[in-house]
C-alpha cells in the first residue's frame, strides 16, 4: 500500500484535511477535558482561600488591562527549580475564583504566584513607574501613569455582580451574607457584601496606603493590593511537598 501516495491526497484535498483536523483536535480536546468532570478533587480543599476584596479584584483588572498576564504567568509547577526560586507548586484552590485564571507557561518575567508581601509596597510603587531603577536588567515598560490616575470605582458593585454570576460568591442578600460569614469569617464577609463595595474599596485603600498617598485613590493602590494578596492566602505549612520531582 502506498502511504506516501494517501498523505499527499489527503493534504492535498481541503475539504478532507480541515475534517480531519477538526477530528483530531476534538478527540485531543475530550482527552484533556472529558476527565476533569469525573474527578472529584480537581479543586483541593484549602483553608484560608477567598474571592478578592473589591480593591483586590479592581487591582485585578488593571493588571489584565495593562496585558501583565503576557509577561509574567501565575502557575509554579512541580518541579524541584521553580520551588528553589518561587515557592510551593500551585494549586487549583488559589485560582477557584479567577475569571479568567492567569496559569501559563509563558515568562519574561518572573512568575508572581507567591509575590505577596515578597517586596514592600514602595518597592511596588518604584518598580511599576521606574522598572530599571529597581531591576537593571528589566524589559518591563514603564507604568507612571497608575500613579496619577485616579481609580474609577463608579462601577464596582456591577464588576462584582457579574462575577457573582459566573460563581464567586460575592452577596447581595441578608442570607447569602450570613453564609459568606460562615465560611470566610465575618471580617471577610464584610468585604464580599456587594452593597458596601465603594465604602469597603475606599477603606482598605486608605488603611492599606498602597501608593503612599491617602488622599486619594489611585489604579497604582488596586494593582500594588492586588500583586500583594498573591500567595498570601493559602498556610503551605500545612501541605507537603511530595508532589514536587526533580527536573534535573
Same mark, same amino acid.
Not at 7 to 21: D, Q, R, S, Y
Not at 38 to 54: A, M, S, W
Not at 64 to 72: A, I, L, N
Not at 121 to 142: D, G, I, K, T, Y
Given at each position: 500500500?502506498?502511504?506516501?501516495?494517501?498523505?499527499?491526497?489527503?493534504?492535498?484535498?481541503?475539504?478532507?484535511?480541515?475534517? !480531519?483536523?477538526? !477530528?483530531?483536535?476534538?478527540?485531543?480536546?475530550?482527552?484533556?477535558?472529558?476527565?476533569?468532570?469525573?474527578?472529584?478533587?480537581?479543586?483541593?480543599?484549602?483553608?484560608?482561600?477567598?474571592?478578592?476584596?473589591?480593591?483586590?479584584?479592581?487591582?485585578?483588572?488593571?493588571?489584565?488591562?495593562?496585558?501583565?498576564?503576557?509577561?509574567?504567568?501565575?502557575?509554579?509547577?512541580?518541579?524541584?527549580?521553580?520551588?528553589?526560586?518561587?515557592?510551593?507548586?500551585? $494549586?487549583? %484552590?488559589?485560582?477557584?475564583?479567577?475569571?479568567?485564571?492567569?496559569?501559563?507557561?509563558?515568562?519574561?518575567?518572573?512568575?508572581?504566584?507567591?509575590?505577596?508581601?515578597?517586596?514592600?509596597?514602595?518597592?511596588?510603587?518604584?518598580?511599576?513607574?521606574?522598572?530599571?531603577?529597581?531591576?537593571?536588567?528589566?524589559?518591563?515598560?514603564?507604568?507612571?501613569? $497608575? $500613579?496619577?490616575?485616579? !481609580?474609577?470605582?463608579?462601577?464596582?458593585?456591577?464588576?462584582?455582580?457579574?462575577?457573582?454570576?459566573?460563581?464567586?460568591?460575592?452577596?447581595?442578600?441578608? %442570607?447569602?451574607?450570613?453564609?459568606?460569614?460562615?465560611?470566610?469569617?465575618?471580617?471577610?464577609?464584610?468585604?464580599?457584601?456587594?452593597?458596601?463595595?465603594?465604602?469597603?474599596?475606599?477603606?482598605?485603600?486608605?488603611?492599606?496606603?498602597?501608593?503612599?498617598?491617602?488622599?486619594?485613590?489611585?489604579?497604582?493602590? %488596586?494593582?500594588?493590593?492586588?500583586?500583594?494578596?498573591?500567595?498570601?492566602?493559602?498556610?503551605?505549612?500545612?501541605?507537603?511537598?511530595?508532589?514536587?520531582?526533580?527536573?534535573?
Amino acid at each position: 500500500m502506498n502511504f506516501n501516495f494517501k498523505h499527499e491526497w489527503v493534504e492535498t484535498n481541503i475539504g478532507l484535511m480541515a475534517v !480531519l483536523t477538526m !477530528l483530531a483536535i476534538s478527540v485531543g480536546g475530550l482527552v484533556e477535558i472529558a476527565p476533569l468532570f469525573f474527578i472529584d478533587k480537581t479543586i483541593e480543599k484549602v483553608d484560608g482561600v477567598r474571592p478578592y476584596t473589591p480593591l483586590e479584584q479592581r487591582g485585578r483588572d488593571i493588571y489584565q488591562r495593562e496585558g501583565c498576564y503576557t509577561c509574567h504567568s501565575q502557575m509554579i509547577r512541580p518541579f524541584r527549580d521553580e520551588k528553589l526560586r518561587y515557592g510551593h507548586y500551585s $494549586l487549583a %484552590a488559589e485560582s477557584q475564583y479567577d475569571h479568567p485564571f492567569q496559569w501559563g507557561s509563558k515568562r519574561t518575567g518572573p512568575d508572581l504566584a507567591r509575590v505577596g508581601g515578597k517586596y514592600s509596597n514602595e518597592w511596588h510603587v518604584q518598580h511599576l513607574v521606574a522598572p530599571r531603577s529597581m531591576v537593571p536588567e528589566s524589559v518591563m515598560p514603564n507604568y507612571p501613569w $497608575l $500613579l496619577s490616575t485616579p !481609580l474609577d470605582i463608579s462601577d464596582t458593585a456591577d464588576r462584582m455582580k457579574a462575577l457573582r454570576k459566573v460563581g464567586v460568591p460575592y452577596s447581595l442578600s441578608q %442570607a447569602e451574607y450570613d453564609t459568606n460569614v460562615g465560611k470566610f469569617g465575618e471580617t471577610v464577609a464584610k468585604q464580599l457584601h456587594i452593597p458596601d463595595a465603594q465604602k469597603n474599596l475606599v477603606a482598605q485603600a486608605n488603611f492599606g496606603n498602597y501608593d503612599g498617598d491617602r488622599s486619594g485613590v489611585s489604579e497604582m493602590d %488596586a494593582l500594588v493590593a492586588y500583586l500583594q494578596v498573591l500567595g498570601t492566602m493559602v498556610d503551605f505549612s500545612k501541605h507537603t511537598d511530595d508532589a514536587f520531582v526533580d527536573a534535573r
